[in-house]
């Protein structure tokens, strides 16, 4: 372990102030290697029961390795080279909560239009999905925009007379 006393730490009052440590009078112990466990095909028939056995041992050192026996297989194992999945898309530059907010409305529109009978087709610019959230928040802008505008002016107006 390293030692850490008055005599080796310095307080630094540059950009923080907080101490640090002189390198000509710090020296680093590696911590200890995290103890291997290589239990027989019999002991290992109750992992469980194996693991609480080497429990004291590795609490010791906070953390430990498990080599099961060589023919052992897990009871559920994937068949790597046959499985197929289909991954989500997932479009990392919008924030999670933006993403919830535009699936609740795509969902309520989709609502709306089955409720009339109809099928919600999303219509499509040069062959791109056109976002309906983004055109709604436009609209809404701009809707909030003009009132604001003919408000001034028939304050205008009424300032006037």
């Given at each position: 372990?390293?030692?850490?006393?008055?005599?080796?730490?310095?307080?630094?009052?540059?950009?923080?102030?907080?101490?640090?440590?002189?390198?000509?009078?710090?020296?680093?112990?590696?911590?200890?290697?995290?103890?291997?466990?290589?239990?027989?095909?019999?002991?290992?028939?109750?992992?469980?029961?194996?693991?609480?056995?080497?429990?004291p041992i590795a609490e010791k050192s906070g953390i430990c390795k498990i080599k099961p026996p060589?023919?052992?297989?897990?009871?559920?194992a994937v068949d790597v080279d046959r499985l197929r999945f289909t991954p989500r898309i997932q479009?990392?530059?919008?924030?999670?909560?933006?993403?919830?907010?535009?699936?609740?409305?795509?969902?309520?529109?989709?609502?709306?239009?089955?409720?009339?009978?109809?099928?919600?087709?999303?219509?499509?610019?040069?062959?791109?999905?056109?976002?309906?959230?983004?055109?709604?928040?436009?609209?809404?802008?701009?809707?909030?925009?003009?009132?604001?505008?003919?408000?001034?002016?028939?304050?205008?107006?009424?300032?006037?007379?």
């Amino acid at each position: 372990m390293g030692k850490c006393d008055e005599a080796n730490v310095e307080v630094s009052m540059g950009d923080s102030a907080s101490p640090t440590m002189k390198p000509d009078n710090f020296s680093f112990t590696p911590p200890p290697e995290a103890p291997v466990f290589e239990p027989t095909p019999e002991e290992f028939l109750d992992p469980l029961a194996y693991i609480s056995k080497i429990r004291p041992i590795a609490e010791k050192s906070g953390i430990c390795k498990i080599k099961p026996p060589a023919h052992w297989q897990p009871p559920f194992a994937v068949d790597v080279d046959r499985l197929r999945f289909t991954p989500r898309i997932q479009r990392l530059n919008e924030l999670e909560a933006i993403t919830r907010v535009k699936l609740n409305f795509l969902d309520q529109i989709i609502k709306f239009w089955e409720l009339q009978g109809s099928v919600l087709k999303i219509p499509t610019v040069e062959r791109k999905p056109l976002d309906l959230y983004a055109l709604h928040k436009i609209v809404k802008e701009a809707a909030s925009f003009m009132r604001v505008e003919v408000t001034q002016e028939l304050f205008n107006e009424n300032k006037r007379e």
